[in-house]
């Protein structure tokens, strides 16, 4: 059993809630959207937003018209009003990814996702340069400018991806994003900007990018990288299947780039992982499943000392990059599935926003914080990727010398409670569910609540983790009023 | 097992939510008053709401003025208007009580409840009559005729208890009856009157009041009885603790009534048990507890067949008939404690409005139903009144040739799950519940649901049922899409 | 002076809220749209909605997925379901117009609108009819066969113009619209289906396309059209502008089309307006002025003996077809701008929705109506195409032999109020208007409410309209309860 | 005309809103009052809320239960917690009044108001110590004490009035205040606790009450008064008339109040008037005029100078101290009246609210302000107490050398405009509205708007008041974006 000599009191560090991810911006017209997004922030509530598409056609800021034969620039910022309006009123601020190319603008054809997003350099890259301060300049009349000078800029999303950039040209990177910084600098130096936005596997960018800074003098005001651990995936018809790399494997990564940007010479240089999850996939099932919430579970709770901020993606399934989504559940990002059903992750993090402020002890399944008043919060996770059945694994903690009764409340998330996706395989997978399917499912989606009263001394909590079970254990000192009831006898009511 | 051969189709009767009663009804002017009774109405629905207090002074109807030393009288509808308007704007219809009497037409001192609602006759019956026709006549030109004579106007609350009705004067009450019942009459025939709205344990009132209206020529449309089960009180200082009957003995009554109804040569006239409840103390803790619900479910599934309409006395814990509540839990009536807690009784409730249309089978901890799309709905029970263990009870019911799976779900109640009041005791019986306090407590008051696919096939289903559990079962036919999603392979999930 | 003898009551027809128009459906996702909905549904009530787009790929129905090798179809309703219960919510039904073309389905490129809305018949005709019958399908199994069978089932959108119709085709279109009524009525012969939605200009179809369902015995429920009245335009870079044609002008195409129906034989055919509207741009800035108002003021009261149901297009500037909304105002055909500012138009259908059920007198500026409580509503209007100023025009009808006096409440739509465009141009029409910007406006986007009492005796109602003033009257009889406050002066208050 | 050289910038203070006045604090448990209190503090915004009846029994925080014969003390805080968790969640923090006397405590038998406030000292003063202690202990621990010290502890109300306090006995209040005070600080030396709440007429009580507190060595952390001004009433049936005093008087009489404070030795000490109103009769017709609105704006600009806070009395018609509101309007101290119709006086107050945070200028009809983005807000009021019609005031004042032009709001309040009283009084006085005529009357709730464009150049505005018009303008620099729409030509709209 954990004694509580073996506790250290440390401030707890709260990247989790840095920033959440988003699919694509224009989405956020949408109301579905918008609901799952109030949800997720009165429940949990991040400081930032992020997602791609800003300069997508969608939002459609960059527009040329023709004026008796002469093309004129139109930067129409009705939709993007609308989301940032939107964003700002539950308490949320923009993190700008600045991209993709607008069509005008393009260089070239290749696009990426069902909403083909263009991937290519600028066509004319002094226009470029004029949207991106057009834009700020726009963002700091409407909100002013002590509202965006808070607002992270990114240059771009993961350049050294073919995918994303085209041939993933490393120097035609380094070029926009210097074109970039000095624009917003050129606006006002107070402005953070910042960059690659790599994802893993490339991390001789580190390296490149900031020498290419130091050397260039262009300003750099954070690092951002993305996160996904999953292995090379089975793609199936409807699916990407993927095992999963180690936690400790992402855990690394963490601390690998770190000490790289370390080494450049940028200590201070803030370290954003501004997108992660366990696929990278929207069409992988285990976005939906248990193990999701238990793997991540152990990233959020031992990340901190290398990390900044983290940006999970993404918080809806109202999402498209693989196209609509074909089905209730599909192995999208989200932490609400559609029709806000809230899935495992949804309630980790859910979890994480009831932790204490201060840490008190933390291993790989076990994670101890209190609350200023006293109240000691536990996180349990139990992740395991064998198939089949695990052993349960217990857990022990002590409650040091309580002169008070403890009450203790225990959120479980199992495979049979808080797990929507099961109950809809039981209902047979249905794609478009009725409203009384939905209800249904809904009913199953809360974890499950065990509480119960410890006696008054050396307490000690004790817990058996399911297999990938995630449980939040709440242990709150108990004011007992009891005596206070004068004559009371609970064995004078009838049964009892 | 019970096997579908043993099901006889019925069409089911659904006197269960014909009314809900409520505290006095100056208490409807409250904001969480108004916020319980929209939760109610939104989850369960009821047609008709009942409640003493209309002509009671913080209503203020009756009101006298002095004009150069003349008294006037004047009706003040500023509140009841307020009032009514809420209750119409949510579905609801008044069953009006007409009772008790204004402080300026009282005849006598004698008044019951904290609240101090006077229970004497009219020191002037003609101004009795005035207020009842000015303020029947104000309903009509405010609502429209047709909404009114959907209501039933009740004469008084149990003039045959001493508590309510000075010296609890049968003649007198008979008196006032005639003089209401005509005043109604002499307004609009079609208007509904009836009475005596006794409690149980004078059941010659049935033969005396019938008699009555024959006799007197005394116009009667609807027949009211109170019914509650609860023995001689143990009363400490907090509390009343009382043994009850067993459910057979209030089925008893209600068919005994009825008998006697019919034997008077009113066949045709409705049956409506305007109040009724376990215990008719309101700091009785039976009411927040599981044994409420248990011993309840007897009593609307069996007595469907003596009676017209049920009103549950009462829906919320907003209720001053003891006092100020002095506590979060304190043994009131209510469905909904303080704050919108759920009780188990709530439940019962919103299971019932759950159930079928048509009725398979009933026993006395069974009831099956059926929907009009074949989806079973099951309402199971296991009352006891035992202290300490009972066994568990086993019950189990066949689903005839299901040629699809079937999506069982079960809701249930039991001492751990859907049992605020445990929790509560848990946390040190807070009396100013803390809103950390009340978010916990509420994370306790729901069901525990369970789900589970069974294979086609003769599908039976079993359950076992713990000691005052109450059980919803729903048996739902699947139409499986699994099929429809290209090679699906869950296994390729990790841990999966 | 109009005299009471003068009127001839008869039952007002209400085709003005049969249908209401919207942007292609698949903007029904967002939420300023469906916001603006909620408002118009609340306050004015229409039966039906009527867009473009259900097929469109931005709802993505028609799917190919390519399964080892082969092609197979898969159909999406994950968003049409979304829009459609949201639609049902607010007791919209959908006036279905099937089309436009799939991608994987067209024929060939040509499409309308920024959105790109394919005009082209199907490359495979089978398939079409496929995904008629499945959309169908699915919406019986989803919402009922009791609820879908009341949605009309119209065939395309104005084939007669090349815009919309490859070629204005016309055999072509008889052919889609013969397979598609067989498709439709070989599910259910209960079905409406109806055509052919043409637009004004090309009445020869009326007679074309019955003599051909006619003679090859095609099914068609209902006739459809449309109606704008504007002249050819003068376009400028932002802007078309164009003159209207007469009211009497629009009303004598709905006269002669309703007889070329008649004269078919079809006398018993429901005829549909599924579109009307001054002009037929989104650009044209008389969509957002008082004229658009008065003008429709005299269709909505004078169509009403030739036409079964209108559908004004559109509800809301949250539309798409002239590419997203560059400013505010920019001359969409919305009752409501972007941020729900109501314009004039918006009131006009407000006002139609307080009219009274029974008519008693008609002109080309008067429409008298009495509500069944005997509250007499009037609207009254002074249509003016001229330059500069007119002369106001005087209005004056009586009420007969009051016996109480009368309250008068004007509510005026004029240059300077419930006309938020003015207000706009004097803040110097800014396209993306701050918070604070918006509010000004709809400060001023109501009517302006003039309120008095005559005295009771012989009533006459007297109005001034100025130029192109829309104006509802109400006048309610008083039940004067003056008499019942005792010792009422007011000339004892300070000032009065 | 008023130049901009007759400015003089100075730092705008706000006391109009420290606080706002309600009916008895018992009414805040219902859901109409919270109703109104939401609207106005989302509109307005207090930071404080006064009321009596903290002690009364229909909050019922004193209790005395019997337990086997020996009598206990029981402090039932259910109802005053559900009211103070309803201020805090809207911002409201309570300015403690304490008092009246509890029926348990009362020393004799006087009462005050239709629901009597027993007026009455303590029978046991160590009784009375211990309530306000255990109540003061009790808000501390469930709101933290960080909260609890911003709220004014305020001993008693108008003890200077023999409807308030037995007799007005000077000594008994000071011996009250010493006993209270000295309680107070016991439990924690930072609360802050004041009086004595005097009403005007007995400024004697200012030099007692202060020679007291420092002859006694009392605290004392803040002096409060009420202001009133009218003059004696002539009393009818239902309503008190009465004259105004000039506003100059009470003007006055803060500064003389302030003057004693001072000369006291009391320099630092906050002064707040914690009520005020023209009447202090909650039946005088003038709180529903215009008049009221046009007497408080003098006040409110014109005071700032001596007093420290404002205590409007009160915010709601939901107020009972003269009985259940007969009528719709009915002469109460409200803002709003029932169903949150809304009467000149709250229009007053939320143009207070819009005003800058710099004053520019000030006499008694205008008052400049100017907000920190250049807007400049003027308040131009014209009282009048005269009967009959008085000449229209001119105001007129300059923007100095505006480059931009200038959009100019007026929002009126007039006889015929933001006067619901007056289409009551049209509609016939109905005492108990229907909804459609509670609609009507909200329809002529609102100011009426007029809006125009100035040119650029040296601006001036003017306007002219008619009697009692309480006038807000608004000028606010253009950003004219005209030219940026190319081609724009407006007369090439119809009828343009």
Chains 1, 2, 3, 4 share one sequence.
Request: aromatic fraction near 14%.
């Amino acid at each position: 059993m954990l004694a509580s000599s073996d506790y250290t009191r440390s401030k707890r560090s709260s990247q989790f809630n840095y920033s959440i991810g988003t699919g694509r911006l224009g989405l956020a017209l949408q109301e579905e959207y918008m609901n799952h997004l109030r949800e997720v922030q009165t429940r949990i509530g991040f400081q930032y937003i992020r997602g791609h598409g800003l300069f997508h056609d969608d939002i459609g800021i960059y527009q040329e018209v023709e004026t008796e034969g002469r093309t004129e620039v139109f930067y129409n910022f009705t939709y993007i009003d609308r989301i940032f309006d939107s964003f700002l009123a539950i308490g949320l601020k923009p993190f700008l990814e600045l991209g993709f190319m607008p069509e005008k603008l393009k260089s070239s054809e290749e696009t990426v996702f069902y909403w083909k997003g263009n991937i290519t350099p600028p066509k004319t890259p002094k226009k470029w340069a004029q949207l991106v301060e057009a834009t700020l300049v726009h963002f700091i009349e409407r909100y002013g400018f002590d509202e965006v000078v808070t607002w992270p800029i990114e240059v771009w999303n993961e350049p050294n991806l073919t995918n994303f950039w085209k041939d993933a040209d490393q120097a035609a990177y380094f070029e926009l994003y210097k074109l970039t910084a000095m624009t917003v600098k050129a606006i006002d130096a107070r402005l953070q900007v910042g960059g690659p936005a790599i994802c893993g596997g490339s991390d001789h960018w580190v390296d490149d990018f900031l020498t290419f800074c130091k050397k260039e003098n262009v300003p750099v005001d954070f690092f951002s990288r993305h996160a996904y651990t999953s292995k090379p995936p089975v793609k199936t018809a409807d699916y990407y299947y993927q095992a999963l790399e180690p936690p400790k494997d992402m855990l690394d990564q963490f601390t690998s780039v770190r000490k790289q940007i370390d080494a450049q010479g940028f200590k201070h240089l803030p370290f954003y992982i501004t997108e992660f999850n366990t696929s990278y996939s929207p069409i992988n099932p285990v976005h939906d499943t248990l193990v999701n919430a238990s793997y991540l579970a152990s990233i959020l709770v031992n990340a901190s000392d290398s990390v900044d901020g983290f940006s999970y993606w993404t918080f809806s399934d109202v999402f498209e990059e693989a196209g609509i989504p074909k089905s209730l559940f599909h192995g999208g990002f989200g932490m609400l599935a559609l029709h806000g059903i809230k899935k495992p992750t949804y309630h980790l993090y859910e979890f994480f926003s009831q932790l204490g402020d201060s840490e008190l002890y933390r291993d790989d399944s076990l994670y101890l914080t209190e609350r200023i008043d006293g109240t000691l919060v536990a996180l349990a996770w139990n992740y395991s990727d064998e198939k089949g059945d695990v052993d349960e694994r217990l857990i022990e903690f002590a409650l040091a010398n309580q002169s008070k009764a403890v009450f203790v409340q225990k959120e479980r998330l199992t495979e049979s409670d808080g797990n929507p996706w099961r109950t809809w395989q039981q209902l047979g997978r249905p794609r478009f569910p009725s409203q009384d399917q939905i209800e249904r499912i809904k009913k199953t989606m809360m974890p499950k609540v065990e509480t119960m009263q410890l006696a008054p001394g050396s307490v000690s909590v004790t817990h058996k983790l399911a297999k990938n079970e995630v449980c939040l254990i709440t242990c709150l000192p108990v004011d007992d009023e009891t005596s206070s009831y004068r004559d009371l006898d609970d064995s004078k009511i009838t049964s009892y």
